[in-house]
Nanobody, 125 residues
Framework: VQLQASGGGLVQAGGPLRLSCAAS????????MGWFRQAPGKEREFVAT???????VYADSVKGRFTISRDSAKNTAYLQMNSLNAEDTAVYYC????????????????????WGQGTLVTVSS
């Protein structure tokens, strides 16, 4: 499967932004899917994930502000980000995992098999 992340850009603090992750080569819903981010000088960190069965899990830092979703018809996943702040500035990556069961949740980068190229989100204060 190939993943193409897009939608990043410059946004003012408090504003919204929606990231997309388009999949090709295989149906996205056959994978668990996750969003990660990496700020300059920091390790890649978990943001959100959706299992094959549709279970949603979020990092505490984004809970209530970010929403992960998946459109099977478009074979695309999304990360809707609201109430952005400077701490959300990072390169955002989408990834998929072929492991586990339909209900498995993965929070660690090493649990994912395929990655998109990343899209930069910059929040200005």
């Amino acid at each position: 499967v190939q993943l193409q992340a897009s939608g990043g850009g410059l946004v003012q603090a408090g504003g919204p932004l929606r990231l997309s992750c388009a999949a090709s080569g295989r149906t996205l819903s056959s994978y668990a899917m996750g969003w990660f981010r990496q700020a300059p000088g920091k390790e890649r960190e978990f943001v959100a994930t959706i299992s094959r069965s549709g279970i949603l899990v979020y990092a505490d830092s984004v809970k209530g502000r970010f929403t992960i979703s998946r459109d099977s018809a478009k074979n695309t996943a999304y990360l809707q980000m609201n109430s952005l702040n400077a701490e959300d500035t990072a390169v955002y990556y989408c990834a998929v995992s072929n492991s586990g069961s339909r209900h498995s949740i993965f929070r660690r980068p090493r649990e994912y098999d395929y990655w998109g190229q990343g899209t930069l989100v910059t929040v200005s204060s």
